[in-house]
C-alpha cells in the first residue's frame, strides 16, 4: 500500500498543472425557435439515412459511394492520421526507456601514457535509461495532447460531415438524373406532337387549306423541339457522370426509379429546437473541438515561459572486460537532471502567448458564424417545406388549366374556329406547364434533402452519444 501510495504521488507530482484557461461553450448567437416551427415534434430524433431514403435503388447507390467515394476516403485516412499524431503527442509525457551496450577500445601511444609505454584500454558498457524526459510541472507537454486530442476529435467531425455532405450530393445528383430523364421524355413527347402536327399542316397545306404562314409556324415548333431534345439529351448524360463520380465507382446499367418524382416521398422529418444542433451538425461539433484545441494551445503558451526539467538517468554496468561485464561489482548508475529557465528571447514567448489568444478568438467567431450558418440553413428548409408544398399544388392546377386550354384550342383548329397558331400557343404552355411541374418537384425534394442535412442528419440522436 506504500509503495502504491508513493508511486500514485510521484505520477501526480510528475502530471504537474495545466495552465490552459478554463473552456466556456460560447452562447449560440441565434433565435431560440425557428419562424413557423412545429414545437411538438422537438422530442423526435431524426432517422438514419437509410430510413429517410426509402428508394431501393438509392439505398444501393449510397452505399456505393460510402465504400468507394475518394474524398470520403481521404477524410477517413486524415482521422487516422490525426490519431497516430496524438498518440505522438501523447507518448511525450511517459519516459522512453531504452536499452543499449556498447564497447571502446583505444591503443595509447608511449608518448601518451604515464609509463612510457603504448596500452590498450577497453570498456564494455550495458545501460538501461531514460534520455532527457521532460518533467510536466506546469502542464505545458498535457496541454500540447489535450491540442492534438481536440485536433483528432475535429478531424473524426469532419469525417462525418463529408459523410453527410456525400450522402446529400449523391440523392441530390440521382434526383437531378431522374428529373432530366423525365424531362427528356416530355420532350420526345412534345416533338412528336408537334410533328404529328406539322404533319396535318402539311396536307392541309398542301390540299390549298393552310397557309404558308402555318406551316412554317408549325415547323418553327418542331425546330425547337428538337433544339430542346439536344439539350436535355446533354443534360441527362452530364447529370449521369457528375453522379459517377460521386459513386467513385461504376454503377449498375438500370439507376433509373421505378417512382416518378411526383410520387416520391423521404420519411417525416422532425425539425426539433436550434440547441439541437450543437449536439447534431458535425460542422459545428468539429468548429467547437478546434476552438478547444485553441483554447489548449494558449496552455502550452503559457507554460513555456516556465523552466523546463529534463531527467536523464541509467543503470548498468561497465567493465574493461567483455566476460566481466556481468560480474559483482560491475555495476553503474547515472543521474543527471537539468533545468532551462528562459531568460531572453526578444519577446517570442510574449508573442507566441499573443497568437495563440488571437486564434482562440478566431475559433470563437468561425464557432458562432457556423452556429449562424446552420441556423439560416435550417430555417430555409423550414420555410421551403411549406412554400413548396403551396407551389407543387399550384402547379398542378397550372398543367390541368393547360391540358384544358389545349384540347379546346385543337378543338376550334379542327372545327375551323381558330388558326394554327392558337394550337401551337396551347402546345408551348402545356409543356412550359409540365417542365415547370418537374422542376419544382425536383426542387422540393432537393429541399428534403437539404433540410435533412442542415439537421445534422445521418445519425440517430443514439448513435450520436455512442460516439
Same mark, same amino acid.
Given at each position: 500500500m506504500k509503495h502504491t501510495a508513493l508511486a500514485a504521488a510521484l505520477v501526480a507530482a510528475l502530471t504537474g498543472c495545466s495552465l490552459a484557461p478554463q473552456y466556456e461553450q460560447p452562447s449560440a448567437p441565434v433565435a431560440e425557435q425557428w419562424q413557423g416551427a412545429n414545437a411538438q415534434e422537438t422530442l423526435a430524433a431524426l432517422p438514419n439515412w437509410r430510413e429517410f431514403f426509402q428508394d431501393p435503388v438509392l439505398q444501393s *447507390? $449510397? =452505399?456505393?459511394?460510402?465504400?468507394?467515394?475518394?474524398? #470520403?476516403?481521404?477524410?477517413?485516412?486524415?482521422?487516422?492520421?490525426? &490519431?497516430?499524431?496524438?498518440?505522438?503527442?501523447?507518448?511525450?509525457?511517459?519516459?522512453a526507456v531504452d536499452a543499449g551496450g556498447g564497447a571502446n577500445r583505444q591503443r595509447i601511444p608511449g608518448s601518451m601514457s604515464p609509463t612510457g609505454d603504448s596500452t590498450i584500454n577497453s570498456q564494455y558498457s550495458a545501460n538501461l535509461g531514460t534520455?532527457?524526459?521532460?518533467l510536466d510541472f506546469f502542464g505545458r507537454l498535457g496541454s500540447l495532447r489535450d491540442q492534438a486530442l481536440e485536433t483528432y476529435f475535429a478531424s473524426a467531425q469532419a469525417q462525418r460531415s463529408?459523410?453527410?455532405? *456525400? $450522402? =446529400?450530393?449523391?440523392?441530390?445528383?440521382?434526383?437531378? #438524373?431522374?428529373?432530366?430523364?423525365?424531362?427528356?421524355?416530355?420532350? &420526345?413527347?412534345?416533338?412528336?406532337?408537334?410533328?404529328d402536327s406539322l404533319n396535318l399542316v402539311e396536307r392541309r397545306y398542301n390540299a390549298g387549306v393552310a397557309t404558308s404562314l402555318e406551316l412554317q409556324q408549325a415547323?418553327?415548333?418542331?425546330?425547337?423541339?428538337?433544339?430542346?431534345?439536344?439539350?436535355?439529351?446533354?443534360?441527362?448524360?452530364q447529370s449521369r457522370n457528375a453522379l459517377n463520380l460521386l459513386l467513385g465507382a461504376k454503377p449498375s446499367a438500370n439507376i433509373a426509379s421505378a417512382v416518378p418524382l411526383s410520387h416520391f416521398k423521404f420519411a417525416d422529418l422532425p425539425v426539433g429546437l436550434p440547441a439541437h444542433l450543437l449536439q447534431r451538425r458535425p460542422d459545428i461539433?468539429?468548429?467547437?473541438?478546434?476552438?478547444?484545441?485553441?483554447?489548449?494551445?494558449?496552455?502550452?503558451?503559457?507554460?513555456?515561459?516556465?523552466?523546463?526539467?529534463?531527467?536523464?538517468?541509467?543503470?548498468?554496468?561497465l567493465s574493461p572486460d567483455l566476460s566481466g561485464l556481468f560480474d559483482g561489482g560491475s555495476g553503474s548508475w547515472l543521474f543527471m537532471p537539468s533545468i532551462n529557465i528562459p531568460i531572453f528571447n526578444a519577446g517570442r514567448l510574449r508573442a507566441n502567448l499573443d497568437y495563440s489568444e488571437i486564434q482562440k478568438d478566431i475559433h470563437v467567431a468561425r464557432?458562432?458564424?457556423?452556429?449562424?450558418?446552420?441556423?439560416?440553413?435550417?430555417?430555409?428548409?423550414?420555410?421551403?417545406?411549406?412554400?413548396?408544398?403551396?407551389?407543387?399544388?399550384?402547379?398542378?392546377?397550372?398543367v390541368k388549366s393547360s391540358v384544358d386550354y389545349y384540347l379546346l384550342a385543337d378543338r376550334r383548329y379542327s372545327e375551323g374556329i381558330d388558326d394554327q397558331l392558337a394550337v401551337l400557343d396551347a402546345q408551348r404552355l402545356l409543356f412550359d406547364a409540365k417542365q415547370k411541374r418537374i422542376t419544382t418537384q425536383f426542387a422540393q425534394l432537393v429541399s428534403e434533402i437539404n433540410l435533412?442535412?442542415?439537421?445534422?442528419?445521418?445519425?440517430?440522436?443514439e448513435q450520436l452519444a455512442e460516439q
Open positions: *447507390l $449510397i =452505399s456505393t459511394a460510402l465504400d468507394n467515394n475518394r474524398d #470520403l476516403r481521404i477524410a477517413a485516412l486524415n482521422v487516422d492520421a490525426f &490519431r497516430a499524431q496524438y498518440r505522438i503527442q501523447r507518448s511525450a509525457l511517459f519516459p534520455t532527457a524526459w521532460e463529408t459523410q453527410l455532405s *456525400l $450522402i =446529400s450530393s449523391v440523392a441530390t445528383a440521382w434526383l437531378s #438524373l431522374q428529373a432530366d430523364q423525365e424531362t427528356l421524355a416530355l420532350v &420526345r413527347d412534345t416533338l412528336a406532337t408537334y410533328q415547323r418553327t415548333a418542331v425546330n425547337g423541339a428538337k433544339v430542346s431534345l439536344a439539350q436535355f439529351e446533354r443534360q441527362s448524360v461539433l468539429r468548429a467547437e473541438h478546434e476552438l478547444k484545441a485553441a483554447n489548449a494551445n494558449i496552455g502550452a503558451a503559457r507554460a513555456a515561459f516556465f523552466p523546463s526539467i529534463s531527467l536523464t538517468a541509467n543503470a548498468g554496468s464557432y458562432e458564424k457556423t452556429i449562424q450558418t446552420a441556423f439560416q440553413e435550417v430555417a430555409d428548409g423550414v420555410i421551403e417545406r411549406t412554400t413548396y408544398k403551396q407551389q407543387l399544388a399550384a402547379s398542378d392546377e397550372l435533412y442535412k442542415a439537421l445534422g442528419g445521418g445519425y440517430t440522436d
